[in-house]
């Protein structure tokens, strides 16, 4: 099993920037991919970036270029900076991690969910 927290969520204005971050623990011995999903009220749950255990990077087009996706095996935690944001990022952003260490953009191939962490952006 693996668990995940993230943190960092909140509330920021058009064009502004946070920066989320995934603590995994657990059976995290294994190489593992990672990655970032958002769901905002009455809509899917969507791909927003994922990295492979030697960080390769995928984006989804809606974020391509206003985020990055990081991570840092030596402490089991991956990143996502979102810089520009916009008032349509608003959503609850979730981390998954995948028994596989290649990247995934569906969220059926990712095995292990954290609780979710809010993210606003007003106009």
């Known amino acids: 099993q693996v668990q995940l927290v993230e943190s960092g969520g909140g509330l920021v204005q058009a064009g502004g920037s946070l920066r989320l971050s995934c603590a995994a623990s657990g059976r995290t011995s294994s190489p593992y991919a990672m990655g970032w999903f958002r769901q905002a009220p009455v809509k899917e749950r969507e791909f927003v970036a994922a990295?492979?255990?030697?960080?390769?990077?995928n984006y989804a087009d809606s974020v391509k270029g206003r985020f990055t996706i990081s991570r840092d095996n030596t402490k089991n935690t991956v990143y996502l900076q979102m810089n520009s944001l916009k008032p349509e990022d608003t959503a609850v952003y979730y981390c998954a991690a995948r028994g596989r260490p290649t990247i995934a953009r569906g969220a059926y191939e990712y095995n292990y969910w954290g609780q979710g962490t809010q993210v606003t952006v007003s106009s």
């Open positions: 990295i492979s255990w030697s960080s390769s990077t």
